[in-house]
């Protein structure tokens, strides 16, 4: 699918994608020459993979999990909540605990795209970057940087990681 280069069909197509203030995410993309449209889906495919605040169902299947494969990876993450679970831990905290450990990861890893901080002898002029491929994986467009920068602007619950209110 060619992408829209004027900010009408552009903005149209961030609101479908459920973009907050799709017209911004437009206007930078067809003003500033930002590839917007690639920087705000692949966030968006990141924030799936974080922990809903709305979601405590996860805690269930990892106690399932380690109840079930002690030793296997990653039963320490049962066995921790199990611990949790015992001293009265409330499940909003673990969700938003883990929640804001997987989105300082991922803001992380976008810092980690744009710049690898490599000070070794022999491979402190190497890099990586996120691009535009096509269909077939092949190269076609440009970088897409700076993401650590629209990372907390993506949050699903529109609160930028601020705690929740509670009433």
Same mark, same amino acid.
Not at 16 to 34: K, M, R, V, Y
Not at 77 to 88: C, F, S, T, V, Y
């Given at each position: 699918?060619?992408?829209? *280069?004027?900010?009408?069909?552009?903005?149209?197509?961030? =609101?479908? &994608?459920?973009?907050?203030?799709?017209?911004?995410?437009?206007?930078?993309?067809?003003?500033?020459? $930002?590839?917007?449209?690639?920087?705000? &889906?692949?966030?968006?495919?990141?924030?799936?993979?974080?922990?809903? #605040?709305?979601?405590?169902?996860?805690? +269930?299947? #990892?106690?399932?999990?380690? =109840? %079930?494969?002690?030793? %296997?990876?990653?039963?320490?993450?049962?066995?921790?909540? =199990?611990?949790?679970?015992?001293?009265?831990?409330?499940?909003? +905290? $673990?969700? *938003?605990?883990?929640? !804001?450990? %997987?989105?300082?990861?991922?803001? *992380?890893?976008?810092?980690?795209? *744009?710049?690898?901080?490599?000070?070794?002898?022999?491979?402190? /002029? &190497? !890099?990586?970057?996120?691009? #535009?491929?096509?269909? /077939?994986?092949?190269?076609?467009?440009?970088?897409?940087? !700076?993401?650590?920068?629209?990372? &907390?602007?993506?949050?699903?619950?529109?609160?930028?990681?601020?705690?929740?209110?509670?009433?």
């Amino acid at each position: 699918m060619p992408v829209p *280069d004027n900010q009408k069909e552009l903005t149209e197509l961030f =609101k479908a &994608l459920g973009a907050e203030d799709p017209e911004s995410w437009a206007d930078s993309q067809t003003t500033e020459g $930002i590839n917007q449209l690639h920087r705000f &889906l692949f966030l968006r495919q990141a924030w799936q993979r974080v922990v809903s #605040e709305n979601d405590d169902a996860w805690i +269930d299947e #990892e106690l399932a999990n380690y =109840k %079930q494969f002690p030793v %296997q990876p990653f039963a320490g993450i049962g066995k921790a909540l =199990k611990r949790m679970e015992a001293k009265g831990v409330e499940r909003e +905290d $673990i969700v *938003d605990l883990v929640r !804001g450990m %997987q989105v300082r990861l991922l803001a *992380d890893f976008c810092y980690l795209l *744009d710049d690898p901080s490599l000070d070794e002898a022999g491979v402190a /002029d &190497l !890099g990586w970057a996120l691009v #535009e491929a096509n269909d /077939d994986c092949e190269l076609a467009g440009t970088v897409i940087g !700076g993401l650590h920068e629209s990372v &907390l602007s993506t949050d699903p619950t529109g609160r930028e990681m601020r705690p929740r209110n509670k009433a």
